[in-house]
C-alpha cells in the first residue's frame, strides 16, 4: 500500500516534470507605434501590436496598454515577421546518410543539437523558423524538420514547429552522383541516373504499397498469403510522398534536371514540390511557376562549382516576375543572420519592390514549408515571431534589436551578453577558432568529401 | 521583292541559255535555285551574327551636375568632373563643354572606384574544379609566384564585379609560408600588364598557435609546438635570405634562387610584406616578429584584431581586414565579432582597409563596408577603407582613392548610396574607359525575364 503510494507521488511527480518539459514557453508583448510591416497588408505607420500567449492578438493604432504586459515602445523602428528560413542545416548534429541513393527513412527530428550557438545568432538576425534539412548526397535524402528558433531549451522537442507539415530532401546533379556514382561506382553516375534512381524509388514504393493492400485486402476473406510483405520504413516514406503528405525539397541546380523532376512529379501525380537553390531557374520559370510550389535561391550565390557557373543573380527576381512562389534561403550559418540582406540584393538585381522582396524571407517560405497560415506575417490570429529593426529592413544600415519567437523575447541587442552557449565542453582548454572557413554544409558528413581528393575538389560543398 | 527579282533573271537567263520551249521551265527553275542559294550565301556574309558587342572604350567624359564624393575633400554637390585622356582633368562648377561626351547626372553620385584589399579574383573560374584554380603552388616557399602571371582577363567574374562599382582589387596567391606575390589589378584590359594597378606585395601566412576548427583535435602543447617548430623554420628562411641579399650586395656570385631573391627584395623593402594574422595571441607573437626586423609591412585577416587594436595601433602597422559578412571566430565571441571588428580596430587608430577574400562575389565589398558602417564603423570611415586607405598601403594614392584632379578617371555614377542594395551603380569608369554594364549575370536576365519576348521592332 505504502509503495503503491510512493509510486504514484513519483508518478505525479514525473508526469508534471516531463508534462513541464514540453510545455513550450508563449509570451505577452505590447508593441508600440512601430512601422508594421505586415507583409501581407502593406506597411502601416504608428501601429502597435498586442501579443497573448504567444498569439498576435490585436493590430491597430492608439490600442489601449494591457495592464501586466511588457511594453515595447518602437517608435520610429520597424516591425516585421520573423524571418524564414527554408533551407538550412543549423542546429543538426549530422547532416548526410551517404549510405545509399535513397535514404528516406533517416529523420533530421532525431539529430536536432538544441546547443548550437548558431541558433542564438540566427536569431538575432531575425530568424525565427528555419528549416533543417538532411544533405544533397543521396538522390531522395532524408526527412527534414521545421524549427523554430526558441533557444535556451535544452530540449531538442522544443525546438520543433510541430504544426508545420512533414517535408523530404531530394537531390539532383552533381552531389549525388559525385558520392555514389564517382564515390562508390553506383548509380546514379549521370543525371540520366539521377531521374532513374527517383523513379525505381517511386516504382518499387507502389508495388511495396499494392503488395500491403492486397495483403490488408486478403486478410479479411479465407485465401490468406502465406507471409505479409516485409515492413519497411524507406517505402513507406516513399508512399507518403506519392500519397500527398509530404512536400519535397529538392535540391537543384540546373534546368534540364529542375524540368527532369517535374515532368517525374506530374507522371506520378506529385504536386508538393519545392526547388531549392535553383540556380538556373530562370531559364524553366513558367514550368516552375505552373507545376510547383515554387523556387528557394540564394541571393548571389555562384560559380562555386561548375553546375552553377551559369547562374545569375537577377534569378530572384526573374523568377518572381514569372509568378513562381519564390524564397530566399541560406543553406549557411553565415548567411541565415542576414537573410533580409540577402534580400535587399533582388533590389539591386531585378529592381523588386520593398514588398515583394520582403516576401521572399517571410511569407513565400512559409507557403514552401506549409505554415502559411500560421507564420510568415503580421497578422491577427497569427503565431508571434516578431524581429524589430532600427531602420528597413532593406536597408544595409539595419540592425535587428529584438527577437520574438511565439511572444518570448530571444534576442535582445542592449541586453546581448558576449557568450551565448548553453554548454561548455569541460575538456575542453582552448577554445578552436574558425577563421573564413566555409560555411556551407549541404555535403557535411560524406566521408569522400573529407578525403585529400574530395576536399581538394569540393572547396565549397552545398 | 527580292525574289520577284530573281524569278525575273531567271527568267531572262533561261530564255537566253535555251530557245527551246520544252526546257525553258526546268532551267528557269534551276538558275532561279541557284540564284537564290548564292543570294542566300551573299546575305550570310553580310548578317551571319546577331547583335553588337558592347565594348570599354576611351573618349572625353564630360559628367555634369553630380554630387561629387570626392573621399578626401568632402562632397562637391553640382559639379562637374571630365575625364580626359583616362585622368580627372577638372573637376568644378560649369565647366565648358567643348566637344566632349556629356553625361547628365543630375541627382546621382559620383564615386571613385573601390577597391577591394583581398581576393583571388581572376585566379579562379570555378571555385571546384582544380583545372581553374591558379592561386596556390607547390611548397611552403614560393614568394617569387606572380599572381598577375595567372590572371585571366577574360574570367567571367571580372565584369560582374566591375559594374558594382568594385574596379580595383588585390588578387593574391594562397597556401603555405610564402605563397606568392599578389598583385593589384584594375578590372579593365586584355592582357595582365594593361590590368596591372603598380602594386605588388609578398604574402606570408604567420604560423598560427590557435586551434583550428572541428578537425583539429591536437593538444594544446601540441599546437604550441608546431607553431614554435614552423616559427624557426621561418626564421632560418628568413635568416638564408638576409644571407642572400648581403651576398649579393657585396657582388658575390649567386646561383638562380628566385625564392631567395624575392624575399631579398623584401628584406630591402623594395616590396612590403602583407602578413596574414588572425587570431589575437598571433598576432601578439607577429607583433613581436616585426618588431625585430626592419620591414614594410601590412598586417592582413586580424579577425581578434578588437582583442589587442590598442597594440596594433602603436605599432603603426596598417590592416586589412574582413570579410565583414562572415562568422564569429569562437563559439564563445559575440555575434557580432565580425560586423564590429573594423569599428573597433578604427577606434583604437588603426589605418585600415577592408577585403571581402572572395572571389565569385568580391561585388559584395560595398555591402561589406555598409555592415561594417552600420556596426560602429561610421559611413565616412567605411568608404575610406575601400578607397583611399586602400590606395595608400598599396603607394597608389597619386592615381587611385580619391576624386582629385590628375588621378586616374577610375570612378562611377550611382543613383545613391552605393552601400545600400536599392542603388543602381549606372555607369563605371576604368581609367578613362567606359565600361559596359553589363555581364554573364544581366544577359541571362535579358535573356530570360520573358521568356517570349519578341525583340523591340
Given amino acids: 500500500m505504502r509503495t503503491k503510494l510512493i509510486l504514484s507521488v513519483i508518478g505525479t511527480f514525473w508526469f508534471i516534470v516531463v508534462s513541464q518539459a514540453q510545455e513550450i514557453s508563449k509570451g505577452d508583448v505590447f508593441i508600440k507605434n512601430a512601422h508594421v510591416i505586415t507583409i501581407t497588408n502593406g506597411l502601416l505607420e504608428h501601429t502597435d501590436v498586442l501579443v497573448e500567449n504567444g498569439i498576435i492578438s490585436k493590430i491597430g493604432s492608439g490600442l489601449k496598454e494591457p495592464k501586466g504586459v511588457p511594453v515595447v515602445d518602437a517608435s520610429g523602428q520597424f516591425l516585421m515577421p520573423g524571418i524564414i528560413d527554408a533551407h538550412s542545416h543549423l542546429a543538426l548534429e549530422v547532416i548526410n546518410e551517404a549510405s545509399s541513393p535513397i535514404t528516406a527513412e533517416v529523420k533530421m527530428e532525431d539529430v536536432i543539437d538544441p546547443f548550437d550557438v548558431g541558433i542564438y545568432r540566427a536569431l538575432a538576425g531575425g530568424t525565427t523558423v528555419s528549416h533543417a534539412m538532411h544533405g544533397s548526397a543521396n538522390a531522395i535524402g532524408g526527412q527534414n524538420i521545421t524549427l523554430k528558433h526558441r533557444y535556451g531549451t535544452r530540449d531538442p522537442d522544443q525546438l520543433i514547429m510541430e504544426e508545420a507539415p512533414r517535408t523530404i530532401k531530394f537531390a539532383l546533379g552533381e552531389n549525388p552522383i559525385r558520392v555514389h556514382g564517382r564515390g562508390k561506382n553506383l548509380q546514379p553516375r549521370s543525371r540520366m541516373g539521377v531521374e532513374a534512381v527517383i523513379r525505381n524509388g517511386f516504382e518499387e514504393a507502389l508495388q511495396y504499397k499494392a503488395a500491403w493492400e492486397d495483403w490488408n485486402a486478403s486478410e479479411k476473406g479465407k485465401e490468406k498469403p502465406q507471409i505479409p510483405p516485409v515492413y519497411n520504413s524507406r517505402l513507406e516514406t516513399l508512399v507518403d510522398i506519392l500519397e500527398g503528405e509530404i512536400i519535397i525539397h529538392c535540391h537543384s541546380y540546373r534546368a534540364d534536371e529542375i524540368y527532369m523532376l517535374i515532368k517525374v512529379c506530374q507522371a506520378y501525380g506529385i504536386d508538393k514540390i519545392v526547388f531549392s537553390h535553383v540556380n538556373e531557374g530562370f531559364k524553366v520559370a513558367p514550368e516552375l511557376a505552373k507545376y510547383t510550389m515554387g523556387a528557394s535561391v540564394f541571393a548571389d550565390w555562384w560559380a562555386y562549382k561548375f553546375e552553377v557557373y551559369y547562374s545569375t543573380a537577377y534569378n530572384a527576381a526573374i523568377l518572381t516576375k514569372n509568378g513562381v512562389v519564390t524564397s530566399i534561403n541560406s543553406d549557411s550559418d553565415e548567411l541565415i543572420r542576414h537573410l533580409y540582406h540577402e534580400a535587399a540584393k533582388t533590389q539591386r538585381y531585378g529592381g523588386l519592390t520593398d514588398d515583394e522582396a520582403l516576401a521572399l524571407i517571410t511569407i513565400n517560405p512559409a507557403k514552401q514549408l506549409g505554415i502559411d497560415k500560421l507564420v510568415g506575417s503580421i497578422e491577427v490570429g497569427k503565431q508571434a515571431d516578431l524581429v524589430l529593426f532600427d531602420k528597413h529592413p532593406l536597408s544595409i544600415y539595419a540592425i535587428p534589436q529584438m527577437t520574438w519567437v511565439d511572444g518570448v523575447k530571444y534576442f535582445d541587442r542592449e541586453k546581448d551578453a558576449s557568450d551565448q552557449r548553453l554548454k561548455v565542453d569541460p575538456e575542453e582548454t582552448l577554445e578552436p577558432i574558425f577563421l573564413h572557413t566555409e560555411h556551407h554544409n549541404c555535403m557535411r558528413d560524406v566521408d569522400f568529401y573529407f578525403t585529400g581528393f574530395g576536399r581538394n575538389l569540393f572547396g565549397h560543398s552545398h | ?457
Fill in chain 2, 1 to 457: 521583292m527580292w525574289i520577284s527579282i530573281l524569278q525575273d533573271l531567271a527568267e531572262i537567263f533561261s530564255a537566253t541559255v535555251t530557245k527551246q520551249s520544252f526546257y525553258r521551265p526546268m532551267m528557269k527553275k534551276i538558275i532561279f535555285s541557284l540564284l537564290f542559294i548564292i543570294c542566300l550565301f551573299k546575305a550570310d556574309l553580310f548578317a551571319q551574327i546577331d547583335g553588337a558587342v558592347v565594348k570599354p572604350y576611351k573618349a572625353d567624359f564630360l559628367l555634369q551636375n553630380a554630387r561629387v564624393v570626392t573621399v578626401t575633400h568632402g562632397i562637391l554637390e553640382n559639379t562637374d568632373l571630365l575625364i580626359k585622356d583616362g585622368k580627372i582633368a577638372a573637376i568644378g562648377q560649369n565647366l565648358t563643354p567643348q566637344n566632349y561626351t556629356l553625361v547628365d547626372c543630375s541627382g546621382k553620385s559620383v564615386y571613385p572606384g573601390f577597391i577591394d584589399s583581398g581576393t583571388s579574383l581572376g585566379l579562379v573560374e570555378v571555385n571546384s574544379l582544380p583545372e581553374t584554380q591558379d592561386f596556390m603552388e607547390l611548397g611552403k616557399l614560393t614568394p617569387q609566384m606572380q599572381a598577375l602571371t595567372a590572371v585571366n582577363p577574360n574570367a567571367v567574374a571580372i565584369p560582374v564585379t566591375r559594374v558594382s562599382g568594385v574596379t580595383t582589387v588585390l588578387t593574391q596567391p594562397r597556401g603555405g609560408y610564402f605563397p606568392g606575390t599578389a598583385a593589384l589589378i584594375q578590372l579593365n584590359g586584355y592582357t595582365p600588364d594593361q590590368m596591372d594597378a603598380g602594386f605588388k606585395a609578398v604574402i606570408m601566412n604567420f604560423p598560427s598557435a590557435a586551434k583550428s576548427g572541428d578537425y583539429d583535435s591536437r593538444s594544446e602543447e601540441t599546437i604550441q609546438k608546431e607553431a614554435e617548430k614552423k616559427r624557426d623554420e621561418i626564421d632560418e628562411i628568413w635568416k638564408k635570405a638576409a644571407n642572400y641579399l648581403s651576398i649579393k650586395e657585396k657582388g658575390g656570385q649567386l646561383k638562380y634562387y628566385p625564392e631567395m631573391e624575392q624575399l631579398s627584395r623584401v628584406l630591402k623593402k623594395e616590396i612590403p610584406l602583407f602578413i596574414e594574422v588572425n587570431a589575437a595571441k598571433d598576432i601578439l607573437t607577429a607583433l613581436e616578429w616585426v618588431k625585430e626586423k626592419d620591414l614594410e609591412v601590412v598586417f592582413t585577416g586580424v579577425a581578434e584584431g578588437w582583442k589587442v587594436a590598442e597594440k596594433l595601433a602603436a605599432s603603426k602597422i596598417p590592416v586589412i581586414t574582413g570579410p565583414v559578412l562572415t562568422l564569429p571566430g569562437r563559439a564563445s565571441d559575440k555575434y557580432d565579432v565580425a560586423y564590429t571588428n573594423a569599428a573597433a580596430l578604427h577606434k583604437a587608430g588603426v589605418k585600415l582597409a577592408l577585403r571581402t577574400q572572395d572571389t565569385e562575389n568580391v561585388r559584395n565589398l560595398p555591402f561589406h563596408a555598409g555592415f561594417a558602417a552600420a556596426y560602429g564603423l561610421g559611413v565616412e570611415a567605411a568608404l575610406k577603407s575601400i578607397t583611399i586607405n586602400a590606395a595608400e598601403i598599396f603607394k597608389v594614392a597619386d592615381r587611385l582613392g580619391s576624386l582629385e584632379v590628375g588621378k586616374n578617371a577610375t570612378l562611377f555614377i550611382a543613383d545613391g548610396d552605393p552601400f545600400e542594395p536599392k542603388t543602381q551603380v549606372e555607369q563605371v569608369f576604368i581609367n578613362g574607359y567606359r565600361i559596359p554594364m553589363t555581364n554573364r549575370h544581366i544577359r541571362l536576365y535579358q535573356e530570360f525575364l520573358d521568356r517570349e519576348m519578341k525583340p523591340a521592332e
